[in-house]
């Protein structure tokens, strides 16, 4: 490939600082001084590799819960923000990332908003979340989601404090302008489904008769860990194990076999006792929670050393391979779909492999 356009050096004679004035005068410039930077040859993420240690973190978010309600909050929640974007809200360019506590005898305020949203739980005896009328009580390593514009509050009628990873796709949401919010009339919603009733409608490979999608997410709102965790037990013994990403599988959309969320994908992968994997990258920027175990992931020239309930963020495009000390679980999402729906994902596993 010829480099002269996509290497570009600065005009920096008086003459050419002359004409970009005029050129700025007229709200114009020129594309060759800035070429290089706004088409990359490869991605270059702002965002930067991050770990958030959960020993650290969870002090912080537990004085937040003496100094603030979760109804005076509206949500009581500490963002994860990456380094290399401070200020604004995000752990990737595209996805938003928090902790959110829910203290015992709590209720936060039922609402609605366009950005889409999954709950990864950490800690919850008894917890739940709410949505469109059906409460789903929430375990350790349930998958939860809140599709756009469904109506949810949160609460915790249990003894210890509740506490859950959020991810919403806010950044894209409002990348495109196009976020809208509201309250219920109630502050909490009323319960017109019974507990469980998502999970017997669409939770077995059945599906009402009369079934259509009213939108773009699944209709199941609860995937519990004590299910996915018996899949990869068995998907483990059945082998293989991917020399990348060990046993991994993705959260679907039963009604489609597509993603969970038309933004926002997630996985679930477990790593053998002693596993050394290979490394892997792909362009959706990718948050990691540790579900079970230890052990490290080198991601570009940074190695993070992970154990329970610690968040990690790779960037797009950084080589990321993971190892493990015992059998470990990772809970992972990214805007994977978003950039599938949009042609621009692209991956890259070892030569020869996989
Ligand atoms: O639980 O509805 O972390 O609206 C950020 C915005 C959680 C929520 C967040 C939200 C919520």
């Known amino acids: 490939m010829d480099t002269s356009a996509l290497d570009a ?43 958030w240690r959960y020993n650290e973190v969870r002090p912080l978010l537990m004085e937040a819960g003496r100094r603030i309600t979760a109804k005076e909050a509206e949500r009581r929640v500490l963002i994860l923000e990456n380094p290399g974007t401070r200020g604004m809200s995000r752990i990737t360019q595209t996805v938003y990332a928090g902790l959110q506590l829910v203290l015992p005898g709590e209720t936060a305020p039922t609402h609605r908003h366009v950005a889409s949203a999954l709950r990864f739980v950490i800690e919850s005896e008894g917890g739940y979340t709410a949505v469109d009328g059906e409460r789903t009580t929430m375990r350790p390593g349930d998958f939860i989601l809140t599709p756009s514009w469904t109506y949810h509050d949160h609460g915790n009628p249990g003894e210890t404090p509740v506490i859950w990873l959020d991810g919403l796709d806010i950044p894209i949401v409002n990348f495109f302008e196009t976020s809208f919010a509201e309250h219920h009339p109630e502050e909490t919603q009323p319960v017109t489904r019974s507990e469980g009733d998502s999970l017997v409608r669409f939770g077995a490979g059945l599906q009402p008769l009369e079934y259509q999608s009213p939108r773009m997410s699944s209709p199941l709102f609860t995937y519990p ?21 060990g046993v991994k599988v993705q959260f679907t959309n039963p009604a489609t076999g597509g993603y ?6 997630a996985f679930l992968q477990l790593f ?15 948050v990691y929670c540790v579900v079970e175990g230890t052990g490290r992931s080198h991601v570009g020239k940074e190695t993070f050393a992970w154990r329970e309930h610690d968040v990690f963020v790779v960037p797009s495009w950084y080589p990321v391979s993971h190892e493990a000390e015992g059998e470990s679980v990772l809970f992972s999402f990214s805007d994977r779909p978003a950039q599938k729906a949009l042609g621009l994902w692209r991956e890259q596993v070892p030569a020869g492999g996989a």
């Open 272 to 286: 053998p006792p002693g596993f050394r994997g290979a490394p892997y990258r792909s362009t959706d920027a990718t």
């Open 9 to 51: 050096k600065p005009q920096t004679s008086a003459e050419w600082q002359e004409f970009y004035q005029r050129l700025e005068g007229k709200s114009t410039a020129a594309l060759w001084e800035v070429l290089a930077e706004i088409v990359p040859r490869e991605p270059r993420p702002a965002c930067l590799p991050a770990i």
């Open 225 to 245: 860990y004590s299910r996915s965790r018996e899949t990869l037990d068995r998907l483990y013994r059945n082998g293989p194990v991917h020399e990348c990403h």
């Open 260 to 265: 969970p969320l038309p933004t926002i994908g």
